[in-house]
């Protein structure tokens, strides 16, 4: 019997055209290995779980890949199967978060200059370049500046504010917006139909909401979620999953509040308390509906598109009627202060 694998990792894309949401970046990267005007360095940055590191493997098979497909890896090639596999010794992903100082960066250096020996191009992929030392970027910048034919860097960051100026001049820059709900619902239903997961399209979209962004996320909360409970994995099943009050019984909890009726309002946290709730993951989506309900309030028509949920309804649209602007900001401000 085969050991288990995550969702996020059996599921992460293999060309560019199975990455969602960032169609920029593959477009723009196809194209350059389609004309052969590819960079010596790429510097890709963005928030966790959009795909930086994914795109960096793929791109490393791309560029060494025996028969590609309009830009994209065949994955059945020899060296397809070896980066994929891990025993390519030319294709090497690097942690920088352990392997932060100048001595690393030298021995990376040293090795570089090497051609490779099983591919066309020697790859250093390096994530979370942000940590490295001072001293260590500086030990990279030569290499970067005039790097050997074979050779291509690729490197991968959440806080590009950290990377010098120095490095960012010598490298492409590719920025990873945060993915919408809208496609990593879409995302989430595929993945759970090929698992044959009983997948409500209401409970995609609250996993969806819960990833904030990050594929890697809304694959992992599916994950989890599927794996607790049997039959359709509803809304309801994901909130009691996930320890979440969900958004109903926020929205609830509010109107008491829009009431000021102290004693239902107590009551009711009372038994979210005592089903176990998670508190700080009330107030955050306590803190997030009242964005949402200010949102109604100022711009009811063209700020639909900014909400964190989904598409507002009838007892959403009154409660922003009920409360005035100033109730809502006091009411956030008071969210965030206890939180």
Do not use: W
Request: net charge negative; with cysteine.
């Amino acid at each position: 019997m085969s050991a288990y694998q995550a969702l996020y990792r059996k599921y992460r894309p293999q060309t560019f055209d199975d990455v969602s949401g960032q169609l920029a970046v593959t477009q723009t990267l196809k194209t350059q290995i389609v004309s052969g005007k590819l960079s010596h360095a790429y510097l890709v940055t963005g928030s966790r779980g959009t795909g930086k590191t994914s795109c960096a493997k793929i791109l490393a098979k791309a560029v060494n890949c025996l028969h590609p497909d309009n830009g994209n890896p065949c994955n059945q090639c020899e060296a397809c199967r070896a980066i994929d596999a891990g025993s390519c010794m030319d294709v090497l992903e690097i942690d920088a978060a352990s392997n932060n100082g100048v001595d690393n960066v030298r021995d990376l250096r040293d090795d570089a200059v090497y051609s490779p020996s099983q591919v066309r191009k020697r790859v250093y992929i390096v994530d979370e370049v942000h940590m490295l030392s001072l001293s260590a970027f500086n030990a990279l910048l030569k290499i970067i500046e005039e790097p050997p034919e074979h050779l291509l860097f690729i490197l991968a960051t959440t806080e590009l504010h950290k990377v010098p100026a120095t490095i960012l001049s010598r490298c492409q820059r590719f920025s990873f917006r945060r993915i919408s709900q809208e496609d990593i619902a879409a995302r989430l239903q595929y993945v759970a139909y090929q698992e044959n997961i009983d997948l409500d399209e209401g409970a995609a979209r609250v996993l969806a909401r819960l990833a904030d962004g990050a594929m890697r996320d809304g694959l992992s909360l599916l994950d989890q979620c599927a794996s607790a409970t049997t039959g359709e994995l509803t809304a309801e099943k994901v909130y009691d999953c996930l320890g979440i009050a969900g958004e109903q019984k926020c929205g609830a909890l509010l109107s008491f509040c829009a009431d000021r009726d102290t004693g239902k309002a107590l009551s009711l946290f009372h038994e979210l308390y005592s089903q176990g709730k998670d508190l700080g993951a009330l107030l955050d989506e306590l803190e997030s509906l009242l964005r949402d309900l200010l949102i109604l309030k100022t711009a009811p028509a063209s700020g639909v598109a900014m909400l964190s949920g989904v598409a507002p309804d009838s007892e959403t649209a009154e409660l922003a009627n009920r409360l005035s602007t100033g109730e809502l900001v006091r009411m956030m401000q008071t969210v965030q202060d206890t939180l």
